[in-house]
């Protein structure tokens, strides 16, 4: 065997796709060592080629491209994709291990991977729950500490005057705690920072964020997200509940944790990529469920985030995960209010009862609530234009741990400056209810009897805003207090969306909404004839909390569905939808959801729903990345190390091919292989020469390569002798025999749905006689997207 | 060009899959008239092959599969699959012509089309809303006037004695009714019968059923429904709806009516497989939105029965659709009762308000409801099983139309005659509410100021009487009324579902889960001690409705968020959910849902989520069809008239392959062409002959085929002259070249994986070389299915 390795290549960049089938491939057949004298030192370049722009400079001077902009001026531009990120695989590698264990397998096999399937998902739902009840306790214990020190300190200096200790002692204690959050995130892991919503999205989407589902991660996540909240931020801890169901999803379904160095030996059959999104999925939809008390919210949030393929036993499964999840929360939660079985809290965060009757909503206010819709789009614009812009600056120049720790801590000290400055100077004074329905009433400059209302929209923990914001009678808020608090909250939110403290947005978003929305119900009242027994300013702020929440995550079938049951109330669904849908029409004019801008900025190959609009002249051939590395069906040994060990390259999956015996021919696809499967080859020395040897030995089976996953050692570690080197290995066995392919002349979006329906992670192009010209990837296909002057292309770029 | 046609045989059945690659195929590429030579007389045996089962014996005996039953002892049989349905082509033929026209189009002219697609939705909403409204309007009308004769009539001889005469009256005025509506459905429109949920399920699936979204189905069904309800069977009118709302779709998403003979020249660009199935998910949507109120769940029905693909987009216009809807509904009944914005109808059943804090549920009920759930499941697998066995008889004995209008004036009339009987000897008097709630009372031999429970119960309508068993208070039904209710409208109900009416089984389904549940609740009561103010009956009646429906329907999630939506109370998503499972699992043990009952009992080659679990040794060179009849790129029109008007294969999708000059080389695939494209080329007559002497003329256009979707004539309708016979027809711009292919090797669950996901019709199998070997269509998929004993493989039939 002279041939060891393919390299085959072809002319790509032919910008008519007319021409069908015309013009012979360049096919190159020659050997590895042979083809790199052909192209001494220019090599890298030509391995590189459409596959990494580390070479700015020569990519620039040999691509005509007028698109590609100046990535050299800005390190972190949306207009780059990511080397780093892997994806996920969801095709099954159909190998004949795997036949032989399916064939093994009897009916009564299926049904108990079914039902440990159930059982898998039971058990997310529950920790989820369990997580939610854990962080929800130990943020009301730490909040009820807080506000009973700060309380007595403001009680004891305001009658002497020395206010200012107050306020210092504030800022300090919200600093200290927001401290303690930053420095776990930026210094034990920086992944866990925001609210996991867009790495949760981009796992879903089928992107290996690196650590995203580790179990460090999730314990960063939940004593981050308690830190910053009882620090006082401008934060919510619903997002992260999201990011924490996906930790424990991807944790239970594997039964077996690679931090602790347990393995529990159970479920191992679920040990590959398909079966970990699928519990993952479930995992996200526990989290929605017992962050809003939306089970089906959450169903729908996996969804329209991840499934690319809909299945109606994976669906049921996960609204399975997500009725538990919210059950145990309300559970627990029933037990800690000492109301056990009494299951009205079923989120975090609950909106309250809204009554249909009182507040129901007539023909003529849906143009009123349209505007308000438009409004929320304006703001949430705003919102994410702001925090893109900061965004830049903070991937410039706040990179390190410290600064970005400090940068949390001045937020936090800032956020309560204001706060008190903002309770300082106001002086709406509301009677204290006789049922002291406020938990934090804060007396300050008020008579005896009243409360600041001020201070309880900045001192309760932003959920019971909400909620006050919602329900509160008609009155309780004077309308400048609550337009100086939307303007200092949204800023405020703005800021520190994207400090590295592990939070969510949710929360102050409708905490802003909810704000403008009663001003906005306020002034209507105050416009309107004497009898405006409508324009009840709770259901407005609900409205208005809708449309600020819409304008700037930007979800829609979810998020109306988690609002309606967040509200418990079916009849606000048709206004809700409204609301959204323009806030999303109009938002999306300007720039894109926070979530999709996180996610650009990080330069992750997020695949859209479908390819551009305008993409079908693009074909296959002008998509694809090529040269690819090929090996034979029987491949030495050697060859093998050294091409998994070309760090300027890094593919992940090789075409197999196989050759006529008459040799001119050219090779032609039988296959495909992974380089984790390589890399548990070579670490089991599974080679032809040794195989008769060890007859004795047991053979190969599928559960050393489950074994393996998801950390494949890698090939530095495995030690080949060079005696070894010589042997040859018989892929055959191994590889999956029939890898989607298609031909060069298919049209982008023909790829793209291929590639998107199916979730796969490589798939092969060939000519009409079954040759391999090509390999699509995630990032050849995420690389077009549309732009403000029609198809862009991205730059690749290593970072 | 001597090879005209070409015919690729392949030895097909080789049960070892093991053998990968070996055997080098038995390919055949010799022309027609000779292949014909070789086979006299046999050829129509061969052709027919695995495609058909029109010759059973000759089957028979060829065949050694001892799995196939007995078909011709019951022609109906659930073990056969239909020939006779073709499948929905959900990819797009992306030929020459489709690409130009998408160069053409600006990006302007996406977003119009986006928009369009918005306002058709609309549309869609609007219309079946208006629809639902009407039904609903007309059936209150007729069920008014009904009560008031027979009211009167029963007065007048209550007293005199002679209630046989009201009996009469009563029987014949139902039957009258039932009549009309059977007459319309056997004679006019007999696809119109049902609840047309099968049907529409399978239209989603990708099943071309005929006429089933025709305008005239629409006109039969909306009337049929109407007399089935006022007839008094027990039936409801929300299936229909489903259907309903499809057919509004696929009309008004076109543009025009073929049966009105109008053509709005609107919405052309909608005019293929892909964008009228997304629009009919769409209507079905608004169906369900407008039967129940329920927005979310008529997406979620949508998503669970059609959708193979799941598009944000394409979620969201469903949506809006079902919006738009329920309050096109609501606002219309609205202003019928006469309470204009009172927007508290949102669909045809409600089942009023469940205050949570009067019935909420305790922990330790949670057990109680998953036995209901069992309960349901047994009840409704019972149903389905009778339902079944009366099915097939009638399919063999009860199939002309008059039999049908029999049938259907007969249950009518023992309907009212059981209901009179029950009425008479009942004596559950109950006192007339001080505010008279119950709509139609009838005193019979109560007391003054009395009312007969039983005759509410069966004289109401289903919708009313599911309410007062809901919302009633404790003690207004006696648990002989109950119980003794329970048995006769079930059994009913099962004789009625299958009639040739159009009606519903989701109401009579609840109705009957109502009354046992109540009862249930009921005798709960009773035998807990004194304080047992938690088993309030009406709880119960939910539950038990939701138990038995499910038992019936096996619907999972959409049915979940449908019931919680109709109760418009959250609290109840966790029990609702835990009872249609446990209603699902064991229901499904014994037997199937109805609906798929239905669907195997038509034979209609329906593919599920995945293919059966053990099938993983199965390959596509097992599963395909073969030969499959093959044209050039040039090719004599001679040859395609004669193959498309072969009746005995009727094929469809032909794969265009092209030949080396050498010749002797096999032919390769370059593309695949659809019968109907062949058809709209030759009545077009574009042969390479005749394009040099009209230059002059207009290029043919994607419109041409557009004008003609979906009822392409019939090949025996277009003349082709003797001269025109051996004109050549060019291929190349019309086929589309980059069909989806798989290798031969590729297992069935990889197989239907692509076929499903992609919603294919044609999925042409290949060698290692791109030669055909062989199609794999949607009946070579569904014929695999998962019995008692293992896979099975269904019989192919011609009815």
Same mark, same amino acid.
């Given at each position: 065997m002279a041939n060891i390795t393919k390299k085959v290549s072809w002319s790509s960049r032919? !910008? $008519?796709? /007319?021409?069908? /089938? $015309?013009g012979t491939p360049l096919l190159n057949g020659s050997e590895q060592p042979q083809y790199s004298r052909q192209l001494p030192g220019g090599g890298s370049l030509f391995h590189i080629g459409r596959l990494s722009t580390v070479d700015l400079e020569e990519e620039m001077t040999s691509d005509e491209d007028s698109l590609r902009g100046r990535p050299k001026e800005i390190p972190h531009n949306e207009k780059l994709l990511s080397l780093k990120y892997e994806s996920l695989d969801y095709d099954n590698s159909e190998n004949q291990l795997f036949l032989e264990e399916e064939r093994r397998m009897s009916f009564i096999g299926f049904r108990c991977l079914e039902i440990s399937r159930w059982v898998v998902c039971g058990l997310i739902g529950f920790l989820t729950g369990l997580i939610a009840c854990f962080i929800d306790i130990a943020v009301e214990e730490l909040a009820g500490v807080k506000y009973q020190v700060v309380k007595q300190n403001i009680e004891k200096f305001t009658e002497v005057g020395g206010l200012s200790i107050s306020l210092i002692l504030w800022a300090v204690l919200n600093s200290a705690f927001v401290m303690v959050g930053a420095i776990l995130v930026a210094f034990f892991e920086p992944i866990a920072a925001g609210s996991g919503i867009p790495q949760i999205k981009c796992y879903l989407n089928g992107v290996k964020v690196p650590r995203v589902v580790r179990l460090k991660t999730l314990l960063v996540k939940v004593f981050g997200v308690i830190c910053s909240v009882a620090g006082g931020l401008a934060v919510g801890k619903e997002g992260p509940m999201i990011h924490s169901g996906a930790v424990v999803a991807a944790g239970v379904s594997q039964g077996r944790s690679t931090s602790l160095k347990r393995d529990f030996k159970i479920f191992e059959y679920f040990r590959r990529d398909t079966e970990k999104r699928d519990f993952v999925s479930a995992g996200a939809a526990a989290g929605v469920s017992a962050a809003f008390g939306a089970p089906v919210g959450g169903v729908l949030f996996s969804l329209e985030e991840g499934a690319s393929f809909w299945n109606q036993m994976l669906t049921w499964r996960i609204f399975f995960a997500s009725m538990i999840s919210t059950f145990t929360l309300n559970f627990f939660l029933s037990i800690y209010h000492e109301?056990? /079985?009494?299951?009205?809290?079923?989120?975090? @965060?609950n909106f309250g009862r809204f009554e249909s009757d009182s507040v129901a909503y007539n023909l003529y206010e849906i143009p009123i609530f349209i505007v308000m819709g438009a409004i929320g789009g304006l703001l949430g614009a705003l919102f994410n234009v702001l925090n893109y812009w900061l965004t830049i600056f903070r991937i410039r120049y706040v990179h390190r741990p410290c600064l970005q720790v400090m940068e949390a801590m001045l937020v936090a000290a800032v956020t309560a400056t204001v706060s008190f400055a903002m309770i300082y100077f106001s002086n709406d004074c509301q009677p204290l209810g006789p049922d002291h329905s406020e938990e934090y009433p804060l007396q300050l400059f008020c008579a005896d009897g009243e409360y600041n209302s001020m201070a309880t929209a900045f001192f309760n923990t932003p959920e019971r805003s909400v909620r006050s914001l919602f329900h509160n009678q008609p009155g309780t808020y004077n309308p400048l207090t609550l337009g100086m608090f939307t303007l200092t909250y949204f800023f405020l939110a703005c800021w520190t969306y994207g400090l590295t403290v592990s939070a969510g947005v949710f929360i102050p978003s409708l905490l802003i909404g909810a704000a403008w929305g009663r001003l906005f119900g306020i002034l209507l009242a105050a416009i309107s004839?004497? !009898?405006? @027994?409508?324009? !009840?300013p709770g259901k407005y702020a609900l409205i208005g909390a809708a449309s600020q929440l819409g304008g700037i995550v930007r979800m829609t079938l979810s998020l109306t569905v988690i609002m309606v049951e967040a509200t418990g109330n079916v009849t606000y669904g048709l206004p809700i939808m409204l609301v959204l849908m323009t806030a999303k029409i109009v938002g999306d004019y300007f720039v894109e959801g926070i979530y999709d801008l996180h996610i650009k900025l990080q330069s992750v190959p997020f695949l859209h729903w479908e390819a551009p609009a305008t993409s079908h002249w693009l074909t296959a051939r002008e998509v694809m990345s090529s040269p690819v590395t090929c090996f034979n069906r029987l491949e030495k040994v050697g060859t093998i190390v050294d091409v998994l060990s070309n760090t300027s390259t890094n593919h992940n999956g090789f075409p197999v091919v196989v050759h006529m015996t008459g040799s001119d021919e050219p090779a032609k696809l039988c296959g495909l292989i992974l380089r984790s499967q390589l890399i548990v080859l070579l670490k089991h020395k599974v080679f032809v020469e040794l195989a008769r040897s060890r007859l004795t030995h047991r053979k190969l089976q599928l559960k050393d390569f489950r074994d393996a996953y998801p950390r494949f050692p890698p090939i530095q570690s495995i030690h080949v002798s060079q005696d070894e080197r010589e042997c040859m290995m018989d892929l055959t066995e191994f590889m999956n025999p029939t890898p989607y392919t298609v031909p060069q002349e298919t049209s982008l979006p023909r790829v793209f749905k291929l590639f998107r329906a199916l979730g796969l992670r490589h798939l092969v192009v060939v000519d009409d006689e079954n040759r391999v010209v090509g390999l699509v990837t995630r990032k050849d296909l995420a690389r077009y997207t549309l732009g403000k002057h029609g198809l862009e292309e991205l730059q690749l770029a290593q970072t």
């Open positions: 032919t !910008d $008519e796709s /007319g021409a069908t /089938g $015309e109301k056990p /079985g009494d299951l009205s809290s079923p989120g975090l @965060i004839p004497s !009898d405006s @027994i409508w324009a !009840d």
